[in-house]
């Protein structure tokens, strides 16, 4: 018992050692084993088949969606009366004590008109009947000038015309009567102020586009006008605008300070 105790602190350092080495001598079988085994699974990888890679399917809705936000962005008004960078609009306190925004008013004067829609004012002959005697037959037409200013200059009016007669207040002359001359079946005419030839069958009408008028709104007073032509004024928020031109597309208004804008439909 004397050497135990002498020899203790030895002996636990020699089975500590022991220890040590039976470990290590552990681990360099398990290296190896380890090594061994990834160098199988390699030579299984390496001589395996290797399976196409199939692409991604981007054909689903959710794809889509994101392609078309992509290549078609909103347009970006910024002079829109709801865009309150450039246009700020006025914070009011409400009867509860409450600041909230007032609303934007919509656009005033000439900027605040819209063209609605457009109306064709036409030149309108039709043959009516035969008069005059059987050797000089004069021929019955009925004109109406929708484009004229008075309201009495629009209404159809029947004008007499000879074959070959022209005078300064006629509007066209008769160029030739096909068929009959009791009952022709058509007519060549020609109008004199643009020397413009034109056929005119029986029970046919001959129409031409000689202006517009035009349907306007006016969102700041809640106002329609419809049917407005050249030379006519409309108020616009107190102020009298005077219609100079009317196109098919697009108007141009007059202000009081001889300011002219367009307003396109």
Known sequence: MEFIKKQYEKLVLGFVLLAVAGLAISLVFSVSQVRSDLENALQQLAGAKQKPLVPENLETNLTQTYLKKVTQRPQIVL????????????????????????????????????????HDLVLEIAFEQVAGTPEAPRYQFSVRRDYEKSANARRAVVESVAVGSENKDQLFRVVEAQGPKESPTQFICELIATRETFQLAKGKSFRRTQGYSADLRYEADRRDFPQKRVGESITLSGAVYKIVAIEKDELVVSAPNSVRTTVAR
């Open 79 to 118: 002079a829109a009366q709801d865009h309150y960078t450039f246009n700020p609009i006025t914070w009011t306190r409400a009867s509860s004590g409450r600041l909230e925004p007032s609303k934007p008013r919509p656009n005033t004067g000439a900027s605040g008109l819209t063209f609605v829609a457009a």
